[in-house]
């Protein structure tokens, strides 16, 4: 009996020394020698160098380059355009995620920013961070000198100006020259290649090109592409075919774009199909007058679209068009509900009779040409790419 309790009490002290043994050298699921470290993960070393992680790069790799977007490569919020309806002309507020925003033009000098204004509040807008003129027609910076006034005096101001540089000669142009002067706003005169940084979300600029030189307004015109995410929209004023293929050759895929504002408010002369064929878009808005006395959009540039099956928009039947996106998904949505059928839309254009009668347009004195208050062609502040300057 005795022996017997020996016997026990040896083989409890042999169990009890192979569990000091088991705990003291660590042998145990997941954190033995074999398992790396602590984590439960292989080493490094025990990787395969050419097995790609999760977001689309190799494991050593370190870089963002030619990854794939996954959910925590874009912040939360989102970027919101809204192409506005203001007739034969264009403007488009675009908020960004991180709360900046940016004035794309301001429409027509007849209406002389109260379309845009009203926008602006509409949304609570307090600051415009970034206000982009694409050319100096009256058609596109017609409430400019409104909206500084406005921002600058009522509300938290304009941050900086975009311009071309290239100088016109109407009242309208000299009148927001001067409000830019009377409330000391930055200026700057952009050039391709440049950007902005809004956060997340970026601004690059296509044109005009290096070596602007000319009094083209709109072949000199600012073109910009927003993107955010995954998700890219092109602005390109009333850039025509020989500007777009100069951008095509010198830009590239940057012009890429899933939203494409339609060129000169869906002209023949612009949209041209190598432009097309490179931006390839899904989503198209033209920002014209039902009454347009050009005819606008025109018929053959509707034509491309329905070829490409591209969903159109037109501020005459849409209204104001507000595209939404994450950086992912993206969604459109009009203040009207009509087809986004391009021939559907080849349907709503005024016929040719209509459009004589529409072919005498009311003159504004703001817009005819008048003497330069400068010598030459020079404009009125220092050349250069992307330097601010004071007029």
């Known amino acids: 009996m005795r022996a017997a309790g020996r016997w026990l009490v040896a083989v409890v002290l042999v169990v009890v020394l192979v569990a000091v043994l088991v705990v003291g050298i660590g042998i145990a699921p997941g954190i033995g020698p074999d398992a790396g470290s602590g984590s439960g993960a292989p080493e490094a070393d025990d990787t395969d160098d050419t097995t790609p992680t999760e977001s689309g790069a190799d494991a050593d790799d370190g870089s963002d380059l030619g990854r794939e977007e996954t959910p925590t490569d874009v912040p939360g919020g989102e970027l919101r355009i809204r192409y506005l309806d203001v007739g034969q002309a264009d403007a488009t507020v675009v908020e960004f995620p991180n709360g900046e925003t940016m004035l794309v033009d301001s429409g027509d000098w007849r209406d002389d920013g109260k379309r845009v204004l009203t926008a602006l509040r509409e949304q609570d807008v307090e600051r415009i961070d970034h206000l982009v003129s694409t050319h100096a027609h009256a058609d596109h910076i017609g409430g400019h000198e409104a909206v500084i006034d406005a921002y600058e005096t009522e509300y938290d101001g304009i941050g900086a100006v975009y311009d071309s540089g290239v100088v016109h000669t109407s ?13 000391d706003v930055t200026l700057y005169e952009v050039r391709e290649g440049d950007a902005i940084d809004v956060g997340a979300a970026s601004v690059e600029f296509h044109n005009p090109p290096a070596d602007t030189a000319g009094e083209d307004l709109d072949g000199n015109g600012v073109a910009l592409t927003v993107e955010y995410g995954d998700r890219t929209a092109l602005f390109t004023g009333d850039a025509e075919a020989a500007t777009e293929a100069r951008m095509v050759e010198a830009r590239g895929d940057a012009l890429a774009s899933d939203v494409y504002q339609v ?8 949209s041209s199909d190598p432009l097309l064929a490179t931006v390839d878009p899904k989503v198209a808005v033209i920002s014209s007058a039902r009454d347009s006395q050009y005819g606008h959009p025109h018929e053959e540039v509707l034509a491309s ?18 595209v939404t996106t994450d950086g992912r998904e993206l969604s459109v949505a009009p203040a009207e509900e009509f087809s986004t059928d391009p021939e559907d839309l080849r349907e709503e254009r005024p016929d040719a009779d209509e459009r004589r009668e529409l072919a005498d347009p009311t003159i504004d004195a703001r817009a005819v040409p008048t003497p330069p208050p400068w010598t030459g062609a020079t404009p009125a502040w220092s ?9």
């Open 171 to 183: 009242r309208t142009y000299e009148r927001y020259l001067d409000a830019v002067e009377r409330h």
């Open 263 to 270: 060129g000169h408010h869906g002209s023949a002369t612009s």
């Open 305 to 322: 679209f329905a070829d490409r099956g591209i969903e159109t928009y037109w501020t005459a039947v849409h209204g104001d068009v507000v």
């Open 383 to 391: 050349t250069g790419s992307s330097t601010a300057r004071q007029p």
